[in-house]
């Protein structure tokens, strides 16, 4: 039977949020701003549920997070579906179609379906709140249930040295290329078919085949373990006893104790985070990004022991199955930039994310930009003005309000509009006109030209506009320090 892709053990990057984001909305935030580089650098903070909190049993063996936003965990006493506070338990006291507690894997199909194995060779499935039992074969009875896909990503049940379809209800042979034990086929994102076998490995993509003489401790214990996994750089990644490969265009590095991985390490790649490293699961975790392995252990509070599968949520937390509960990694919380990081000022006043990607930073010395994981100087640092406001038109023109005024910045250059006084916000409006709130009024400008300038004798409470919104209806709302204002139609 052939070591085949297991989504049950790690192998599908989560793309659903589960609820535990609402109680650190915070960390989302500074996430969203910087995502990605230096994420190899931050401290990992540990966070453990066990039987104490509500899980069933404390050996985890698999976890999948479902579209519907819900982490699901199979134990050997139940199925756990964890929405980030409780934990709710299926088993077969509660649940008819579940007969056997004793769970090994998970994996949510195409139509959102969730099949659960359980390891006397039970098969359940999960749709639309609704668990429906399937019967049990003689050749799936007493062999633990895992998954996997074929190369043509559809779903196969692996039981023992057996595979199979399950179509309409029934249980169909799989062909005998997914039952030969020393074969392992895997069909990576980006289109690759890989072949691993005794000899070394073999991958076609594109047409084009390509072949790495790797030399594996190829015994059946080995092969029984082994997982691969190929991350969205289009690497391959497999461990053996001693070491991790890692394979793209015809080159293999290898990698074992030299390179700080722990000795003998039989690691299994799971998957890849927000910030491109690829994580490991064995008698530890382990991180590897830019040719360095970051060991995680007894020095953040993971003990020694096997840990079954990991994943990656949407928010970029690891989540870690093994025979003590459940464990998540979460990246440090806080990520502080100041001058020392080259902002021109401490003290921060608008933020912008624009369509590019790049975060705008208005101070009150200056402008700059957060890019590729890194603050930028921006050219308008060397005019000293304090920022009050950001906006990007439906042009992709960035508005900048000032103490002393209103800025347009687009290809490099400065367009300066003569609103005068200070600017505390500035609005694009859906049919692209800017709004400029500012000491002296509102202002309405449309292509190059200020078109309107509303005060108090067309009606504001005050002259002093602090904020502007534009509600569904696309009326315009305008907070001043007399009081609200509404304005329709543009009148």
Known sequence: MPQLFEPGFGGITPRVRIRVAFRIGLVAVVFALAPTAHAQNRPYRLDHWTTDNGLPQN???????????????????????????????????????????????????????????????????????????????????????????????????IAGPEAFYIRAGELIA??????????????????????????????????????????????????????????????????????????????????????????????????????GGVWFTGGCVVRFQDGRFTVYGNNIGLPTMPYYQLINDREGSIWVASLSGLYRLRSGLVTTYSTANGLPHNEVYPLLKARNGDIWIGTVDGLSLFRNGAVVKHPLNSLKVAVQALCEDAAGRIWIGTYGGLLRYENGKFQNFSVGGEVRDVKSDREGAVWVASALGLFKVDGDRIVAHYTTKDGLPSDDVKIIHQDRHSALWFGTYGGLAQLKDGK
């Open 59 to 157: 050996t985890v063996r698999s976890i999948a997070q479902t579209r519907d936003g819900y982490l699901w965990l199979t134990t050997f006493d139940g199925l756990a579906r964890f929405d980030g506070v409780r934990f709710t338990v299926f088993d077969k006291s509660n649940t008819p179609a579940i007969t056997n507690n004793r769970m090994t894997a998970l994996y949510e199909d195409r139509d959102g379906t969730l099949w659960i194995g359980a390891d006397e060779g039970e098969l359940v499935a999960y749709h639309n709140g609704v668990f429906t039992s399937y019967a049990t074969s003689e050749r799936l009875r007493g062999v633990p249930i895992a998954f996997g896909l074929d190369l043509n990503d559809e779903m196969l049940i």
């Open 174 to 275: 799989a062909p005998s290329e997914y039952r030969n034990k020393n074969l392992i086929l895997y069909r990576g994102p980006t289109g690759a078919q890989w072949t691993i076998d005794g000899s070394g490995v073999r991958e076609v993509k594109d047409g084009r085949v390509m072949n790495y003489s790797l030399t594996f401790d190829w015994n059946e214990s080995v092969i029984s373990y082994m997982q691969v996994y190929e991350d969205r750089q289009g690497y391959l990644w497999v461990g053996d006893e001693s070491s991790i490969y890692q394979m793209r265009d015809g080159q293999t590095t290898r990698y074992n104790e030299r390179d700080g991985l722990p000795p003998r390490p039989m690691l299994r790649p799971q998957c890849e985070d927000n910030g």
